[in-house]
Nanobody, 122 residues
Framework: QVQLVESGGGLVQAGGSLRLSCAAS????????MGWFRQAPGKAREFVTA????????SYADSVKGRFTISRDNAKNTVYLQMDSLKPEDTGLYYC???????????????WGQGTQVTVSS
């Protein structure tokens, strides 16, 4: 069992930066791939980025490539999402998730946090 708690969301102007954190409980955190997803009002949950259990592999949605960076610290049971050059279309509720593979499909992930809100003003 893994419990996930996101933090770091907030209101930022376009062009600004935020760093999200996802703290995990449980001794098996380092065995899971981790993903970040987001959901805007009235829209489906969409893949943002994912990282392998070791941190050696990452994948990104085309919409965030070059602006967002995912990383993890297995000693701290934490995964991070550094978001730079934010745009209004990045607004949404950001969730972290734990699974066995770095895939873009939400249903492939086993555990989810409650989400943290990111709002980017124009």
């Amino acid at each position: 069992q893994v419990q996930l708690v996101e933090s770091g969301g907030g209101l930022v102007q376009a062009g600004g930066s935020l760093r999200l954190s996802c703290a995990a409980s449980g001794r098996t955190f380092s065995s899971y791939a981790m993903g970040w997803f987001r959901q805007a009002p009235g829209k489906a949950r969409e893949f943002v980025t994912a990282i392998t259990w070791s941190g050696s592999g990452t994948s990104y949605a085309d919409s965030v490539k070059g602006r967002f960076t995912i990383s993890r610290d297995n000693a701290k049971n934490t995964v991070y999402l550094q978001m730079d050059s934010l745009k209004p279309e990045d607004t949404g509720l950001y969730y972290c998730a734990a699974g066995t593979r770095t895939v873009a499909t939400p249903r492939q992930y086993d555990y989810w946090g409650q989400g943290t809100q990111v709002t980017v003003s124009s």
